[in-house]
């Protein structure tokens, strides 16, 4: 015991080790980690409805999206996807990314029919929770993209 009490580490230890300093640290810790009043339990209800809807969904990471929902994205059996809900913990939309070769060929064809393929940014498949599930396709514009959504079956829902 006295090789310990001779060490520096221990000797610096004992001089800054008072019970009114650790309480005091102990307070300024429980402040630091505790959510504030603004966010606690904000996450609570989506979380919950997240995990009885995605009993399997892993790596998830949350965040308030800029319309004020909540927003994890999530891994399920390898493929990553996006999760929205309100901040009452209601589930609005999933959505995943595709590639133009998960599409059905009848959406590859209307696409083809009405637009021009090249200027595709992005293809996301959504399951929603008024709409059902449906391809949302990102075509690219001058100012704001434009979104058309077309059912799994070729047709066009929404532009």
Known sequence: ?????SHAAYKFFERIYRPELMILLYFFYLSACAPSNGNKGKFDEAVETFQ???PNGKD???????????EVNFKLKGEKYRADYDLNGNWIETEK????????????????EEYDKDDITEIEWVDHKTKGKFYDVEFKRKGKNMDVEYSFSGQKIME
Do not use: A, F
Request: aromatic share 8%.
């Open 97 to 112: 990314s595709v590639k133009w070769s998960d599409l059905p060929s009848v959406v590859q064809n209307k696409i083809e």
């Open 60 to 70: 998830t990471d949350w965040e308030e999206d800029d319309k004020g929902n909540l």
């Open 1 to 5: 015991m006295e090789h310990i009490k």
């Open 52 to 54: 009885r809807q995605y």
